[in-house]
């Protein structure tokens, strides 16, 4: 079957930086992408991998590693807006995006 | 430019009832999916369609029918709701359906079905 495994919590302090891990199992990759969802709101892109390596756009970054079906999401100088869920997403063979359940990420002043 | 809108924003419908979830983008946007999300759960896909005239099924397409008429619409309709269907629905559309095919999502329908 097709997996995609993200924390379903973490909790991080203004002004620091965190980091959300994400590892999948799927049928087929076409990429991986990230998408942020405040509480009550539609899903937003953040970022898309599709080879190994940092693609870094402002306070966020995403990595990804298809050898080892890991991707991780990070995010620098926590802002009080960067409270809500992060949701990583796979693209699969059929071009069909598998989606994690999402991290709900707790911003601390 | 409005984007994607859902129609309506909530609803409560008595189980056995039948209803039209309306979706409409004005991107010009080849492809559309409906998906719902569940707590706890990832994103699931209901159906999709890759342009005017084709739909195809998602990984929890029981209950749930689509057409697309034209470009622009996508509605979801649920023939006879059962309280299973109780969840939140997100309309998307993306350009063409490709591998860095970015979707945007609607704003969303909360439903309840009792």
């Known amino acids: 079957g097709q997996n995609i495994d993200q924390p379903t919590e973490m909790t991080a302090t203004e002004g620091a930086i965190v980091q959300i891990n994400c590892t999948y199992q799927?049928?087929?990759?076409?990429?991986l992408f990230w998408y942020q969802q405040h509480a009550g709101e539609a899903p937003t892109f953040l970022s898309y991998?599709?080879l190994d390596g940092l693609e870094e756009k402002g306070r966020f970054s995403s990595f990804l590693s298809r050898s080892k079906g890991y991707s991780y999401l990070l995010l620098k100088e926590l802002q009080m807006k960067d409270s809500a869920s992060y949701l990583c997403?796979?693209?699969?063979?059929?071009?069909?995006?598998?989606w994690g359940a999402g991290t709900k990420l707790i911003i601390k002043p | 430019t409005a984007g994607i809108t859902q129609a309506p924003t909530s609803q409560i419908l008595a189980a056995g009832r039948s209803m039209t979830l309306r979706c409409t983008q004005d991107?010009?946007?080849?492809?559309m999916y409906w998906y719902r999300q569940d707590l706890g759960l990832g994103l699931r896909l209901i159906h999709y369609?890759?342009?005017?005239?084709?739909?195809g099924k998602g990984e929890v397409p029981d209950g749930y029918s689509v057409s697309r008429a034209n470009t622009d619409d996508f509605p979801l309709t649920l023939a006879s709701a059962v309280p299973s269907q109780t969840s939140v629905y997100f309309c998307?559309?993306?350009?063409?359906?490709?591998?860095?095919?970015?979707?945007?999502f609607g704003p969303g329908t909360r439903l309840t079905v009792l």
């Open positions: 998307a559309s993306s350009a063409s359906g490709g591998a860095s095919d970015t979707q945007y």
């Open positions: 991107m010009r946007h080849n492809a």
């Open positions: 369609s890759n342009t005017a005239g084709t739909t």
């Open positions: 799927t049928s087929g990759f076409n990429g």
């Open positions: 991998n599709v």
């Open positions: 997403a796979v693209r699969d063979s059929n071009y069909q995006l598998i």
